[in-house]
């Protein structure tokens, strides 16, 4: 065939003359042009690596049909974790020393089960990178010979787990952490020391062991000097003026200070801070390793409860007038979370119209949980509870003298902890945020909310998991009347603000 079509292209050239050869010829050349024009692009696009380039023509040759698709794939075989492993990891990015919950009503992610039912679950925000989340991780269980790379401890995060990057706004952190960050950040810029690169890595440099008491309150002669040692003889040009902040307290209020100095003054600063912010560091370690333990009852004779004020609820309508925005009611809610015996636990939250947060509301809600738990639990015997330090509602002479009041009425020993300052986030700021979304959305549904009483009776239709009990204003005057005369004799407790950090 190949021969008679040449025969017939002869003949026809012999055949044509003139304008229609010349034709015949541009044609020729414009398609031999293009072609190369094509083939340059094609060449062009390809990647520079060979082996690349062979792979991409492969699969173009297979699209076209020239050569024949590969049948045979090469799979690698995937380790498959055990489910021990993975429960191992999904419970250490729940615990409160890894990631903190957001108590908002709007900080929430739907998720489906494997029934196929949605739910929602409170966010949490790790407080450490992923990196260092995982080096946390593979320290703490180097004894059961973890094998768990960074990619998979990264997979298994659950979707309520977030990074940091995703907090819109932060708020209510720790003024300690955050004033040593505030220095060693602009120091690390003209320092060259690795301790100044996060604040793990500068706690780390300056003691021996992180665990132990000695280094943590600077009684330890071997690590005493490591800031000297470490961060002070490698500064090259200590005259050099740079910028810090600093939270500072001015005229009864925190305010964020731009400090204009030299190296040397910023590491005077530093150096300050160093002893307290260690101590600080050791206890709310300590605090927290305490309360992990105590969550993980093993009998029936001890509970251990978390409480906390979660923020009001302002009572909104739907349709509202513009006027009404400006005098909307709210709500208080007294949240608690009750840990005991075989793993289980349940909340309480107490809802009132008295906004006070004061010692009578606080004795009126613990007196109520006391008595509830009491007739549960028979052989109940000791009861842990922890709080934040509020100086207003919780670590105050009066709250410790009714805290012996409450164990002797009860006929039990009852101790009262305190979290480190600003860490004292847990699972009530959960309790607290899921109430008020639920509550809220049946507002924005239309229904009526104008007291406690509406709060309530709107929450206990939309949730059975939450006891909603009502703190009512007869209760907290009864409580007033109880208290009273016994709080105008009670004596003060010397150096509390020491003793309670």
């Not at 012999?14 to 083939?39: E, F, T, V, W």
């Not at 003209?190 to 300056?206: A, R, V, Y």
């Not at 009684?219 to 200590?238: E, G, W, Y």
């Not at 206890?283 to 004020?309: G, L, S, T």
């Amino acid at each position: 065939m190949k021969r008679k079509a040449r025969i017939r292209d002869n003949s026809r050239r012999q055949s044509s003359k003139g304008a229609l050869l010349d034709q015949l010829r541009a044609r020729q050349k414009q398609a031999s042009k293009n072609y190369r024009k094509a083939l340059k692009r094609a060449v062009h696009s390809l990647p520079k690596d060979t082996n690349k380039r062979m792979m991409v023509v492969q699969h173009l040759a297979q699209n076209l049909n020239i050569i024949s698709k590969t049948t045979h794939r090469h799979t690698r075989k995937q380790r498959s974790l055990s489910i021990e492993l993975k429960e191992l990891v999904i419970q250490f990015y729940q615990r409160d020393d890894i990631t903190y919950q957001l108590p908002g009503k709007r900080d929430y992610v739907t998720v489906t089960d494997d029934n196929g039912e949605s739910r929602t679950l409170q966010k949490r925000i790790l407080l450490y990178n992923i990196r260092k989340t995982y080096q946390l991780f593979v320290k703490e269980y180097s004894n059961k010979n973890v094998d768990l790379s960074l990619t998979s401890f990264n997979e298994l995060r659950p979707v309520n787990i977030l990074i940091n990057s995703y907090i819109p706004h932060h708020s209510c952190l720790c003024i300690s952490h955050k004033n040593v960050n505030l220095l060693i950040k602009p120091l690390s810029k003209h320092i060259s020391c690795d301790g100044l690169n996060s604040l793990q890595e500068f706690t780390s440099m300056l003691v021996c062991d992180e665990q132990e008491e000695k280094c943590m309150f600077s009684c330890c002669h071997l690590c005493s000097h490591n800031f000297d040692n470490n961060i002070m003889k490698n500064v090259i040009n200590p005259t050099k003026r740079i910028q810090w902040f600093q939270w500072v307290l001015q005229d009864g209020k925190t305010k964020g200070i731009e400090f204009n100095d030299t190296i040397n003054q910023c590491l005077l600063t530093l150096k300050e801070k160093i002893e307290p912010f260690l101590n600080h560091i050791f206890i709310k370690r300590q605090q927290a390793a305490f309360f992990e333990k105590m969550k993980i009852i093993p009998n029936d004779e001890i509970i251990c409860i978390q409480v906390d004020f979660s923020e009001n609820f302002r009572l909104c309508m739907q349709n509202a007038v513009q006027n009404s925005y400006y005098s909307q009611d709210a709500v208080s809610l007294f949240t608690t979370y009750v840990w005991y015996a075989g793993g289980g636990g349940e909340s309480f939250v107490y809802i009132s119209n008295n906004l006070a947060h004061d010692k009578y509301c606080i004795n009126a809600s613990i007196d109520n949980l006391l008595k509830q738990l009491t007739q549960r639990f028979q052989h109940l015997q000791q009861i842990h509870i922890f709080s934040d330090r509020s100086s207003q509602q919780f670590k105050q002479k009066f709250f410790f003298r009714n805290v012996c009041r409450l164990s002797q009425q009860h006929k039990m020993d009852l101790s009262w902890h305190y979290f480190a300052t600003s860490h004292g986030k847990g699972v009530v700021d959960t309790v607290g945020g899921t109430l008020k979304r639920l509550v809220h959305r049946a507002i924005m549904s239309g229904e009526r909310c104008t007291s406690a009483a509406d709060f309530v009776k709107i929450a206990q239709s939309k949730t059975t998991t939450i006891n909603v009990i009502e703190l009512t204003q007869d209760c907290i005057d009864e409580s007033k009347g109880q208290l009273e005369q016994l709080f105008k004799v009670t004596k003060s407790v010397p150096k509390t603000k020491k003793f309670i950090q």
